[in-house]
């Protein structure tokens, strides 16, 4: 059981590139999230999906898309990359029930991008 | 709006002395909290949940509405406890504190 898997573990972009994180995750999980991870400041939530079909802005949406593919698969996109979003990027999941429930969250591995 | 608020960057402590992190939410319904940890080259995972009032890894934490605090304690510190750990609080999306670096010396 993978869990959440997220592609790539590294990259390094230009400014001005673009470019799409893949998650995946194998636990039939309703919710998908992104976030980025920065020193001193967290945790930060891009967008997430609640169910398939569905996305939402997160607390820093600025220069991100995202697609939900389909209930499997949450992508992230950088249209055009800037030095800004350097960061550390987790994929999450989250089981079903009630959406005020208090299921945890699976974390993919991580993905370190820098961008020059 | 939710807030969640982690007041120390970093704490170091040695083997087997007690650690506390401390852990202030701002949250207008009932919260829903969690402490969730990150050991060196792993992945984010569940440490414990409110909820479930659970002692994991010699880890507890209590939910103090009054003081709308949820701190992490745990009497005898170990090495592997070193760690990044994040407070967080949900409604349906999770909102996480900046995170404490726990670094315990032998």
């Known amino acids: 059981n993978a869990g959440v898997t997220q592609t790539p573990k590294f990259q390094v972009l230009k400014t001005g590139q673009s470019m799409t994180l893949q998650c995946a995750q194998d636990?039939?999980?309703?919710?998908m999230y992104w976030y980025r991870q920065d020193p001193g400041m967290g945790l930060r939530l891009i967008y997430y999906?609640?169910?398939?079909?569905?996305?939402d802005k997160g607390e820093v949406p600025n220069g991100y898309n995202v697609s939900r593919l389909n209930k499997r698969e949450f992508s992230l996109r950088l249209e055009s990359a800037a030095p800004s979003q350097t960061s550390v990027y987790f994929c999450?999941?989250?089981?079903?029930?009630?959406?005020?429930?208090?299921?945890?969250?699976?974390f993919g591995d991580g993905t370190r991008l820098s961008i020059l | 709006a939710q807030r969640v608020t982690q007041p120390e960057k970093l704490l170091s402590v040695f083997k087997g002395a007690p650690v506390e992190l401390k852990c202030n939410y701002s949250?207008?319904?009932?919260?829903?909290l969690f402490w969730y940890v990150q050991y060196s080259r792993q992945r984010l995972q569940l440490l414990l949940r409110?909820?479930s009032r659970e002692s994991i890894k010699g880890f507890t934490a209590d939910l103090n509405k009054g003081e709308t605090s949820f701190h992490l304690k745990k009497p005898f510190a170990q090495e592997e406890d070193s760690a990044m750990y994040y407070c967080?609080?949900?409604?349906?999306?999770?909102?996480f504190g900046a995170g404490t670096t726990v670094t315990v010396r032998a």
């Open positions: 999450a999941s989250m089981g079903q029930g009630n959406p005020y429930s208090n299921q945890p969250q699976h």
């Open positions: 636990m039939n999980h309703n919710s």
């Open positions: 999906s609640a169910s398939e079909g569905t996305t």
């Open positions: 949250y207008s319904g009932s919260p829903e």
């Open positions: 409110h909820i």
């Open positions: 967080a609080l949900t409604d349906y999306k999770l909102s």
